[in-house]
C-alpha cells in the first residue's frame, strides 16, 4: 500500500488565497491615486463657468422659445476645445454650443462665451422646468472642467394660483 501526502490541503489552499487577494487590495488602493481633473494639458485647474441670468423664464412644452442666457468661461487653456451640457428630462446631455451653431473653444486668454438661445430645447419631453448644472467638459477627454447653475422657471406662463418652486425667485 502506497500512502501519499500532500503538502497543501484544500482549507490552506482557501487561507492562501484569500490572503493573497486581500493582500492584493491593499496594494491596489495603497498605490491608487484619485486626483480628479489635473492640470495636464487638459486643464488649467482654474476653469470658471458663468450663466447669466442665472434665473431665466422657461414655459415647457412649447415649439420654439426666444429666451436666452449668455455662457461665459475663464481660465481654460488657450485654444482648448470644450463641450458646455446640460440634462435634459431624460437625462441626456445636450451641448448647448452645438444647438447654438458654436464651436466653443478658449481664446488666447483661455476665455469664451456666447449667447445660448433656447430654441427646441423647450419642446415637451426635451427640456423641463427645474434646478439644472450647465458642465462645461474638454472636448477630446469628456472630463468635466467647471459647472455653473441655471434656475429653469416658468415666470410667464404660470397661472396666478400656481405654487412656484422653490428655486424660483418669483
Known amino acids: 500500500m502506497i500512502r501519499t ?3 497543501l490541503s484544500p ?3 482557501l487561507v492562501i488565497l484569500t490572503a493573497a487577494v486581500l493582500m ?3 496594494l491596489a488602493a495603497a498605490l491608487s491615486t484619485n486626483t480628479g481633473v489635473r492640470a495636464d494639458g487638459h486643464s488649467s485647474g482654474t476653469e470658471t463657468l458663468v450663466v447669466t441670468p442665472n434665473e431665466a423664464d422657461f414655459v415647457p412644452g412649447t415649439r420654439s422659445s426666444r429666451t ?3 455662457i461665459y468661461g475663464s481660465g481654460f487653456n488657450p485654444g482648448q476645445s ?3 451640457l446640460i440634462a435634459d428630462q431624460r437625462g441626456v446631455a445636450t451641448d448647448v454650443g452645438a ?3 458654436i464651436d466653443v473653444a478658449a481664446n488666447d486668454e483661455g476665455a469664451f462665451g456666447f449667447e445660448w438661445t433656447f430654441g427646441r430645447f423647450t419642446r415637451t419631453g426635451v427640456g423641463g422646468e427645474g434646478m439644472e448644472s450647465v458642465w462645461a467638459v474638454d472636448a477630446g477627454s469628456f ?3 467647471a459647472s ?3 434656475a429653469l422657471c416658468n415666470l410667464s406662463g404660470r397661472g396666478e394660483d400656481a405654487e412656484v418652486p422653490s428655486h424660483c425667485s418669483a
Open 148 to 150: 455653473a447653475p441655471l
Open 11 to 13: 482549507r490552506f489552499a
Open 68 to 70: 436666452s442666457v449668455w
Open 5 to 7: 501526502h500532500s503538502l
Open 82 to 84: 470644450v463641450l458646455i
Open 99 to 101: 444647438l447654438s451653431g
Open 24 to 26: 492584493g487590495l491593499a
Open 143 to 145: 472630463d468635466p472642467l
